[in-house]
């Protein structure tokens, strides 16, 4: 069975640092991109970036690009997304998702399986 | 960046009832990357139809996916009580991807 487990609530000061995981099992981890998502309160889906854990390659949304760092540790399986100094706008669930389909080539694409969800709360 | 304009914002219907659920492009969008998704409250949201009308497993056969170009929808059949929740659309054929803003399948 495929799963996608995230790591639990964080709530953080703005200014901190976090690093949320996301671990997927069930399948062959190294040869499907995983993605993340970001779902502020009360509002829609925000595509973030996507990693292939094969070889760690990364594609950001210029949205996103600089605001935080995706990366993966295919040992055991687990793709994160960190930030090195949260903002209170950083309050949101965040979601992994696993991509079906290549990036690279022509051919249909879409998140098939989605981790539960993991809400950053950015406070002070 | 494609926009992803869905409507109507809301739509209230009674079960049993049809429902249909607009998503138009601000460019056109090849059919092969256009996905919907349901997602209920307090729930991650779930891969209902991709390349913008093939079913995605275990879902029922209710709900159907149409559309080209950019223009798309997302019809439900026959509304069930589970089917309440909101839904988006997606284009994965430019980066940025982008979401729909969604629809939201209420009770009337």
């Known amino acids: 069975e495929v799963q996608l487990v995230q790591s639990g609530a964080e709530v953080k000061k703005p200014g901190e640092s976090l690093t949320i995981s996301c671990k997927g099992s069930?399948?062959?981890?190294?040869?499907?991109?995983i993605g993340w998502v970001r779902q502020m309160p009360g509002k829609g889906l925000e595509w973030m970036g996507i990693?292939?854990?094969?070889?760690?390659?990364?594609r950001y949304s210029p949205s996103f690009q600089g605001q935080v760092t995706i990366s993966v540790d295919k040992s055991i399986t687990t793709a994160y997304l960190h930030w090195s100094s949260l903002k209170a706008s950083d309050t949101a669930i965040y979601y992994c998702?696993?991509?079906?389909?290549?990036?690279?080539?022509?051919?249909?694409?879409?998140?098939?399986?989605w981790g539960q969800g993991a809400l950053v709360t950015v406070s002070s | 960046e494609i926009v992803l304009t869905q409507s109507p914002g809301t739509l209230s219907l009674s079960p049993g009832e049809r429902a249909t659920l607009s998503c138009r492009a601000s460019?056109?969008?090849?059919?092969?990357?256009l996905a919907w998704y349901q997602q209920k409250p307090g729930q991650a949201p779930r891969l209902l139809i991709y390349?913008?009308?093939s079913r995605a497993t275990g879902i029922p056969d209710r709900f159907s996916g149409s559309g080209s170009g950019t223009d798309f929808s997302l019809t439900i059949s026959r509304l069930e009580p589970e089917d309440l929740a909101v839904y988006y659309c997606?284009?994965?054929?430019?980066?940025?991807?982008?979401f729909g803003q969604g629809t939201k399948v209420e009770t009337k």
């Open positions: 998702a696993r991509l079906q389909g290549k990036v690279m080539s022509r051919g249909e694409r879409y998140f098939d399986y």
């Open positions: 069930g399948y062959s981890f190294t040869t499907y991109w």
């Open positions: 990693i292939y854990p094969g070889d760690s390659d990364t």
């Open positions: 460019q056109s969008v090849d059919s092969i990357y």
């Open positions: 390349a913008a009308s």
């Open positions: 997606q284009q994965y054929g430019s980066s940025p991807w982008t």
